[in-house]
């Protein structure tokens, strides 16, 4: 009995050898980045971010005017203390939206990357099946592929096409 399932198993393995698989290599990243619905949520998280980025970037500023004028040697200690108060309190705020922005965008990319990627899965299936493909690999575990292989400019045209920006 066990040498007929080996006898079957090796005639089974040396029928798939001689099948020929069709590949198609994608690098879903760069198709992912450069779908018009990934473009537009960055054109939109900056719009939305703008007016606390743009915070971040003037409470440096004041820390820098802050540190200019404790350098400058120009302050009695009492000055100098006070402006010391008031650098740590600014560099205490600049931490805090620093952080919370950086988690606020942080979980919104990742939301959006998360449903863009399970579409471009799906996509990507599509695809395979109009072309005829067995398997579709990723090119970031891909030592060598010849370029006719690459379908990643297709996987965003399909995708583009599929989930059209409003």
Known sequence: ??????????????????????????????????????????????????????????????????????????????????????????????QRLQQDLQEDVDRERNDVLQRAGTRMQDVVKKLADEKGLDLILDTTNTLFFKPAMELTADATTAYNKAYPVK
């Open 1 to 94: 009995m066990n040498k007929l399932l080996f006898a079957v198993l090796a005639l089974a393995s040396v029928g798939a050898a001689n099948a020929q698989i069709k590949v198609g290599i994608v690098n879903v990243q760069k198709a992912l980045l450069d779908t018009e619905e990934i473009k537009k949520a960055q054109t939109e998280m900056e719009a939305k971010y703008k007016a606390r980025t743009d915070k971040i970037v003037q409470l440096q500023k004041e820390l820098q005017e802050i540190q200019n004028q404790l350098q400058s040697g120009k302050l009695n200690q009492v000055g100098e203390q006070e402006l010391n108060a008031e650098g740590q309190k600014k560099q205490r705020d600049l």
